[in-house]
C-alpha cells in the first residue's frame, strides 16, 4: 500500500521561510510524479507545485519566484522550500504522488501538514 509522510509544518511569521518534505513508501513505489497542493478554510484544494522524476516542474502563479520543488528519486521523497511566506499561504499542505503503476486518474495523497503564517 502506497504511503505519503508529510513534515516540516508549522507557525512561521510574515517573511519567513519553511521546508516541507514528504517521503513516499510502498511496494514497488516508483514515483512518476510528486508535488503539493493545499487547501485554506472555506477553500477548495488547489495546485502549489508538482515535479515530474526527470525534474519538470509546474508551479501556481502564487507560488512561483518564492517557492522551489525538488525530487529525490533514490530517497522517494519531494520537498517545497517556501520562502517570504505570506498570510495567504496558510493551509494545509498535502503531497501527492503519481506512480507509473497507476491507473488513468490515479493519485496518492499525503494526510496533510499545516502551514500558518501569522505575525
Known amino acids: 500500500q502506497v504511503k505519503l509522510v508529510e513534515s516540516g509544518g508549522g507557525l512561521v511569521h510574515p517573511g519567513g521561510s519553511l521546508k516541507l518534505s514528504c517521503v513516499g513508501s510502498g511496494s514497488g513505489f516508483r514515483a512518476f510524479g510528486m508535488g503539493w497542493h493545499r487547501q485554506a478554510p472555506g477553500k477548495e484544494r488547489e495546485l502549489v507545485a508538482m515535479?515530474?522524476?526527470?525534474?519538470?516542474?509546474v508551479y501556481a502563479d502564487s507560488a512561483k519566484e518564492r517557492f522551489t520543488i525538488s525530487i529525490d528519486n533514490a530517497k522517494n521523497t519531494v520537498n517545497l522550500q517556501m520562502n517570504n511566506l505570506k498570510p495567504e499561504d496558510t493551509a494545509i499542505y498535502y503531497c501527492?504522488?503519481?506512480?507509473?503503476?497507476?491507473?488513468?486518474?490515479?493519485?496518492?495523497w499525503g494526510q496533510g501538514t499545516q502551514v500558518t503564517v501569522s505575525s
Open positions: 501527492s504522488a503519481r506512480l507509473y503503476s497507476d491507473g488513468p486518474g490515479e493519485m496518492h
Open positions: 515535479i515530474t522524476d526527470g525534474g519538470s516542474t
